[in-house]
């Protein structure tokens, strides 16, 4: 079994930030991409950062430069630090893994509950 789960959404006014943190745990053996989506509403489900077990970053143009992803892989953690939030940025944002199970061969997909993020403006 395996879980990731996601902390750090609200409300906040546009320009300031906020930081979101999703930890992954249960029978884990090695977790290749980390990241996140978000999903505003009446849309699609959309990539916002992801970094894989290597370093090498991934972001969509709409958060280049104001949004940066980070892993801290001794505790399967992943971050999303947003600055420079804007109203548009709002949306419930997914904590992704793809993750390599204790005992299984091949990687799986695991999501998070979902985040409410609301930037007032």
């Known amino acids: 079994q395996v879980q990731l789960v996601e902390s750090g959404g609200g409300l906040v006014q546009a320009g300031r930030s906020l930081r979101l943190s999703c930890a992954a745990s249960g029978r884990i053996f090695s977790i290749n991409t980390m990241g996140w989506y978000r999903q505003a509403p009446g849309k699609q489900r959309e990539l916002v950062a992801t970094?894989?077990?290597?370093?090498?970053?991934n972001y969509d143009d709409s958060v280049k430069g104001r949004f940066t992803v980070s892993r801290d892989n001794a505790k399967n953690t992943v971050y999303l630090q947003m600055n420079s939030l804007k109203p548009e940025d709002t949306a419930v944002f997914y904590c992704y893994a793809e993750i390599v199970r204790r005992g299984f061969v091949g990687s799986r997909d695991y999501w998070g509950q979902g985040t409410q993020v609301t930037v007032s403006s």
């Open positions: 970094m894989g077990s290597g370093g090498r970053t």
